[in-house]
């Protein structure tokens, strides 16, 4: 039997393998920036462990969503987001570690980070003691060695 009903009711598709970047708001104010690459999955289930009363959704490529992802949390500074710092912020040195992994930057060194840090203006964000790169900027360095040095 078709859906038919008096009142106004907003339709909400799976987005199953959807990628999506999602903004949990309370009220108007975005309190939560996360993404999913299975579509509404990702914002339901935050459901009871913070406090929001709507979600707004941007698709996303795929291989952009911590890029995108770290923008709206530098934009928004949502108050729920502070408590995944692990995820969101990387200290240079782990940041090295990760691209050790990828074959084309196995010969990458902590220097080559911070020259790409200097070349590019980037500051880094001070939390506690340490000094952290948020996603955007790993991303930048990222593009930047393999302009710069093609990653070796």
């Given at each position: ?27 108007k104010e975005v309190v939560y920036v996360g993404h999913s690459r299975k579509g509404l999955v990702g914002p339901f289930q935050h459901v009871g462990t913070k406090v929001f009363d709507s ?98």
């Open positions: 039997m078709e859906f038919n009903e008096a009142f106004e009711a907003k339709t909400y598709t799976p987005l199953k393998s959807q990628s999506i970047v999602y903004f949990l708001l309370d009220g979600v707004k959704v941007l698709e996303v490529d795929e291989s952009q969503l911590a890029f995108v992802e770290g923008e709206f949390i530098e934009k928004y500074d949502p108050k729920y987001n502070v408590k995944i710092l692990g995820r969101l912020l990387k200290k240079p040195i782990t940041f090295k570690k990760e691209l050790k992994e990828e074959e084309m930057f196995s010969k990458i060194t902590i220097r080559d980070i911070k020259k790409a840090i200097s070349a590019l203006g980037i500051e880094l964000k001070l939390v506690g003691s340490s000094y952290y790169l948020t996603a955007y900027q790993c991303e930048e360095i990222k593009d930047y060695l393999i302009e710069e040095k093609g990653g070796n």
